[in-house]
């Protein structure tokens, strides 16, 4: 069955480490993304990418970084720098845009990152 | 910029008729979406509906759509324990290289289901 796997479920960093949050989709979409979900706000745009070795910011990018060198996988990287990292992290994807007007998301099920 | 607002909570009856509501700012919106989240996981896309379409059925949920208040409203009949989630209202304006970026979705409305 095709879908989205974010890996791990869980994870849980000291503060001041960095660490990578693992999103692989088969669907062959084009487009990836990144959400931040915390209680009560919805989802933000953290990055996205249309093709790859392409993306672009989202509305929330500081302490962030991703890549998109593949087409299937497009990492997500926390970095040190981000303020308050707890956080539930959604990895989404959707056909080119560009090519379907109608290109709802698809999700993963998502990382849950504590940091202490 | 663009909004879309949902009401936090919602509570209903075991079998009663759920109906959850949304307004978007975004005159320019061309799809709206309703997606469900269960506990613990990602969101699940429930129904869609077209900008230019009032009314969408699909089983138990039935989209309304009033695009001159831009208001959106999922129906769903029969409420079942089940159908307990966060739903999120979601709009996506008109399309175009960068529409990827364009889709705005509300903070999501916590349905719970009483016996």
């Known amino acids: 069955d095709g879908g989205i796997t974010q890996s791990p479920k869980y994870l849980f960093r000291k503060e001041g480490q960095n660490v990578t949050l693992s999103c692989e989709q088969n669907?062959?979409?084009?487009?990836m993304y990144w959400y931040r979900q915390d209680p009560g706000q919805g989802l933000r745009l953290i990055y996205y990418s249309q093709i790859v070795n392409d993306f672009q910011k989202g509305d929330i990018a500081e302490g962030y970084s991703v890549s998109r060198e593949k087409k299937e996988s497009f990492p997500l990287t926390v970095t040190s720098a981000q303020k308050n990292p707890t956080a539930f992290y959604l990895c989404a994807s959707s056909i080119d845009p560009g090519r379907d007007y109608n290109s709802p998301l698809h999700f993963g099920n998502g990382t849950r990152l504590t940091v202490t | 910029g663009e909004d879309v607002e949902q009401s936090l909570f919602l509570s209903v009856r075991e079998g009663d008729s759920s109906v959850i509501n949304c307004t978007y700012t975004d005159s320019s919106s061309t799809y709206l979406y309703w997606y469900k989240q269960e506990p613990g996981a990602g969101l699940q896309l429930l129904t869609y509906?077209?900008?230019?379409?009032d009314m969408k059925q699909d089983q138990r949920l039935t989209v309304l759509l009033n695009k001159k208040d831009k208001h959106l409203s999922l129906r769903i009949a029969d409420t079942q324990t089940g159908d307990s989630a966060i739903y999120f209202c979601a709009e996506s304006s008109d399309p175009g290289y960068s529409s990827a970026s364009k889709i705005i979705f509300g903070s999501g409305t916590r349905l719970s289901i009483r016996p």
């Open positions: 509906i077209f900008s230019n379409m």
């Open positions: 669907l062959n979409h084009d487009a």
